[in-house]
């Protein structure tokens, strides 16, 4: 899942880098002086079509070291550096199992990437990106040739440890919500000890263990982590819980209770959410689907997130589960699409749909559909390599993290239908930083201009409109979201009575507590297709 958050008036995480800053080069290389923490030195760059220069500064710190006795803890103010910064290369990753860069704990650094035709007191958007990588992986070393071609935008990139972000105006997620039942463990303990035991500390005692485990080599707790996903369930097993100091509640109590920030949100997710690393490993595999069609009740609690529940509860869920989307078809080659929808459904678009319908009670909220495959997708090829042509394959499927692509775009291997939808993605997230609503103003088939606003989504009608990111890009009513949502909560609240894929009624209304002042209470006015918190937030209970 990635973040994008947006500031205005060029000014970064507290950092002014219009008003205030002093820009010239010196020999050819371009110094800023920021008043309260000193000069630094960047480098002249050049956009993925070399049609734009910009200026580069990558490595600045935006927080004290929080090495030694700071590990752990909350960041604390970096101060001014002595001399002049060399802002020329990125920091280091924070602490990952990732080996693909240099990772430290002194990683706290942000990377800035300004038009070179900014001129002082410029008033232009700032595109800050926080990658992705389920609460494991990632950082900012992200090169920005391509998003640089805009030429009116400042781009900004971070590492970061996990926590809260709450400083900015607007937000939009890309393939993610606080709801999504892997982005919080409700039983981390469990976790604590079976990494633990694996390692030969065996000492539940917690300030015992974790002294044992800083004595244990990085390699060999990675090697852990990683068969932990086969072992013990879920493949997230090291993400947020809720300690009550960082993260209070549950999400769902703190969005129920309105403690949340009011900001318009920008959300969306791709068409075939459910094809991702571990699906590919059954999808590509004859052996693996197999297994999982002859011993379903057995791998669905992992594949499904209900391995915290008891034995039984799971396997009626999951029963329920396997008749609505495959009826009585086996898991194989030909129900491909089923079985990525049925992951797809649980893991992102069923959160999506609750997330969306909470927050636009609160804030203007956009939500999107990513519907294209690039000629690039790398599905292709996987697929194509790991079955044959001869059997019914999965080309054409856009799988997650596919959007990204489109944001963060190389021209240079692409068909001329990939640039447009990439184009139109880009001005919608644009406009949407500039002005708080996306716009596509383009062509249709390459036919005509034409401007196209993106209607926000309205609790109230309960339509899940949502802007469909193709070719060509359009407004689209989701309707079988409302039928799933029917399905899902049905299925969370172990009540078993819908067979198929079929519309379903449900008598529940959502109970939401009263709006602080000055936010919307539209709670009693919402569908019935509405979830029931109440509900949700017992699921894993």
């Not at 820009?23 to 923490?37: A, D």
């Not at 993605?425 to 644009?430: C, I, K, L, P, S």
Request: hydrophobic content about 40%; some cysteine.
């Amino acid at each position: 899942m990635e973040f994008v958050v947006w500031c205005w008036a060029v000014v970064v995480c507290g950092l002014h880098v219009s008003a205030g800053v002093h820009g010239r080069e010196i020999g050819g290389t371009p110094r800023v002086e920021i008043p309260t923490l000193g000069k630094m030195l960047g480098t002249k760059e050049l956009s993925g079509t070399g049609s734009n220069p910009y200026t580069a500064f990558r490595g600045i710190p935006y927080a004290h070291p929080p090495v030694g006795n700071n590990r752990f803890k909350p960041p604390e103010i970096h101060y001014a550096w002595p001399g002049i910064l060399n802002a020329s290369s990125y920091g280091p990753d924070c602490m990952q199992p990732s080996k693909i860069r240099g990772t430290s704990e002194d990683c706290l650094t942000l990377n800035v990437f300004v038009p070179r035709q900014v001129t002082q007191g410029s008033q232009l958007p700032v595109f800050v990106f926080v990658r992705g990588g389920g609460f494991m992986n990632g950082g900012g070393s992200i090169e920005p040739d391509n998003l640089m071609d805009r030429g009116d935008i400042v781009l900004v990139t971070l590492n970061f440890r996990l926590g809260p972000f709450g400083l900015f105006t607007r937000a939009m997620s890309m393939s993610g919500s606080a709801l999504a039942p892997w982005a919080l463990r409700r039983n981390p303990r469990a976790d604590a000890l079976y990494l633990g035991s694996s390692l030969g500390c065996n000492d539940p005692n917690p300030k015992a263990l974790v002294a044992c485990l800083k004595e244990q080599p990085a390699e060999e707790i990675i090697k852990v982590q990683k068969k932990m996903t086969g072992s013990s369930g879920s493949a997230f097993h090291f993400v947020p819980v809720v300690d009550k100091h960082v993260l209070p509640d549950t999400p769902e109590i703190l969005i129920s209770k309105r403690k949340v920030q009011p900001v318009p949100w920008l959300t969306g997710r791709v068409r075939d959410e459910g094809l991702m690393g571990f699906t590919e490993e059954i999808l590509f595999s004859p052996e693996n689907l197999k297994k999982v069609d002859a011993n379903w009740i057995s791998y669905c609690p992992s594949l499904l997130e209900f391995q915290e529940l008891d034995s039984e509860r799971a396997a009626k869920r999951c029963a329920a589960i396997r008749e609505f989307y495959f009826r009585e078809r086996p898991i194989d080659y030909d129900s491909t699409y089923d079985f990525l929808e049925m992951i797809g459904d649980r893991w992102f678009e069923l959160p999506y749909a609750f997330s969306i319908t909470f927050h636009s009670m609160i804030a203007t909220t956009f939500g999107y559909k990513f519907n294209y495959q690039g000629s690039f997708a790398p599905i292709n090829t996987l697929y194509v390599k790991a079955v044959g042509m001869g059997q019914k394959s999965i080309i054409g499927a856009v799988a997650h993290g596919d959007d990204m692509q489109f944001l963060f775009y190389n021209e240079k291997k692409t068909h001329h239908r990939d640039a447009a939808v990439a184009k139109a993605f880009t001005d919608m997230v644009e406009s949407f930083v500039v002005y708080g609503e996306p716009k596509y103003v383009g062509t249709a088939n390459g036919k005509g201009g034409y401007s196209m606003k993106w209607r926000p989504y309205d609790a109230i009608s309960g339509d899940f409109v949502h802007q469909l990111v193709d070719y060509p890009v359009r407004l689209e009513t989701a309707e079988e979201i409302t039928n799933k949502i029917h399905f899902w909560e049905d299925v969370l609240t172990d009540k078993f009575s819908h067979p198929s894929k079929a519309g379903i009624q449900m008598t529940e209304h959502i109970s939401v507590k009263s709006a602080p002042t000055g936010a919307p209470d539209n709670s009693a006015a919402l569908p019935a297709a509405a979830h029931s918190f109440q509900n949700y937030s017992s699921i894993e209970q």
